[in-house]
């Protein structure tokens, strides 16, 4: 069982709704962040939260808008989404972002299933 | 620069055979190199990683060998199991940037056939 909790599992949702994922870890974590993965690609980073502040953002449309509450805790808030937002949101974590000691193992949620209609 | 370049799209291996999956990367200054694996419906996890300062490391069936000269890294599954059927990316950073800049291969999906 993975460690890094995300609901909900599945999400369909119209253009012009609002709703948001949910990302929770209990790993005593510092970095936590959001992917974008496609069908039969690679995730695709969107945001880094390193100690609850944001540290990267990979030019993301505005329509995505991140949150991180406490360092346990990962949102993602979705609003007027177009179709081919349609994904897989993948939320990690890992120790701390990387730095001299080299990059940290990341552990990944299972994911939601976005459908955006 | 950030490219990493993975082969083949799809790999098809008998049971007990070794598979081979190949990257690789133009930034010289890449210097962690992790393999996740991800079954469907999952996320994917960190299966073997190598620093360019060895040219081999070795966990259970799984082998990374690393040709730092010619920039390229391989993972080599022994034995290979129904169980190994998944989609294996290779990725590449640079130890200061850590995970901000871990750039992933395209991915290979192998089958592994009884």
């Known amino acids: 069982d993975t460690e890094v909790t995300q609901t909900p599992k599945h999400l369909v949702m119209g253009m012009t709704n609002k709703k948001s994922l949910k990302c929770e870890q209990h790993?005593?974590?510092?970095?936590m962040y959001w992917y974008k993965q496609k069908a039969k690609k690679p995730p695709e980073l969107m945001f880094v939260y390193s100690y609850e502040k944001l540290s990267i953002n990979e030019s993301v449309p505005s329509r995505f808008s991140p949150e991180c509450p406490n360092s346990s805790l990962l949102n993602l808030h979705l609003h007027a989404l177009q179709p081919e937002d349609s994904a897989l949101y993948l939320c990690a974590s890992s120790h701390n972002k990387g730095g001299a000691r080299g990059a940290g193992e990341l552990f990944f949620g299972e994911g939601s299933r976005l459908t955006v209609l | 620069q950030q490219q990493v370049k993975q082969s083949p799209q799809s790999l098809i291996v008998q049971k007990g055979g070794i598979s081979i999956i190949n990257c690789a990367y133009e930034?010289?200054?890449?210097?962690?190199f992790p393999w996740y694996q991800q079954f469907p419906g999952k996320g994917p996890a960190l299966l073997i990683a190598i620093r360019p300062d060895v040219s081999e490391k070795k966990e259970g069936r799984f082998t990374i060998s690393f040709n730092k000269s010619a920039k390229q890294f391989s993972l080599h599954i022994m034995d290979s199991q129904p169980g190994d059927s998944a989609t294996y990316f290779c990725?590449?950073?640079?130890?200061?940037?850590?995970?901000?800049?871990?750039?992933f291969g395209t991915g290979t999906r192998l089958t592994i056939i009884p």
């Open positions: 990725a590449a950073t640079i130890s200061n940037f850590g995970n901000e800049k871990l750039t």
């Open positions: 930034n010289t200054a890449f210097d962690y």
């Open positions: 790993m005593g974590h510092r970095a």
